[in-house]
């Protein structure tokens, strides 16, 4: 009985060892962040299919052939969630992908920057231009796209 209360003690550190890393490894929910655009873009919406083509560069303009221009965060939590949610990759396998299509000459990597505030002035001053956020940054000077 003592082997089985010890074998019990140990499997409940386990699992709640288990649920931290998890935890500490699941991204920001897709709701943490906002994708934000230059205000003159004519879309107040904008699909997750369009989003995606966009920023893994299959697609550089909308369907009334407005040019768009994808804008990201370097790294972090919000990286990590948005290509996550609406890219399908990790941030080490996005930036991956970035590198083969700029190695093979068929893309240039994306404008990136190291803050919120770095992304929402870029975006605010750059026509055509998309990113995104963290949902609670204030965002003054760019429009809040809604994703569908």
């Known amino acids: 009985m003592r082997r089985f209360g010890e074998f019990a003690f140990r499997l409940r550190k386990l699992c709640g060892l ?9 991204p920001m929910p897709a709701d943490d962040f ?16 369009d989003l995606r083509s966009i920023f893994l560069g299959t697609k550089t303009s909308l369907e009334d052939g407005s040019k768009v221009t994808p804008v990201m965060e370097t790294n972090g939590a919000v990286l990590t969630a948005f290509a996550k949610t609406y890219l399908g990759k990790s941030g080490a ?15 240039s990597m994306p404008v990136a920057f ?6 929402i002035a870029y975006v605010a001053r750059t026509p055509g231009a998309i990113g995104y956020v963290r949902e609670n940054v204030e965002s003054d000077g760019v429009k809040v796209l809604k994703v569908r």
């Open 18 to 26: 288990c649920l931290a890393v998890f935890a500490l490894a699941t």
């Open 34 to 49: 906002k994708v934000i655009a230059h205000v003159g873009l004519p879309v107040n919406e904008i699909s997750a299919g």
């Open 114 to 119: 190291a803050t919120d505030s770095a992304v």
């Open 93 to 107: 396998a996005l930036q991956a992908y970035y590198r083969s299509l700029v190695f093979t000459g068929k893309w």
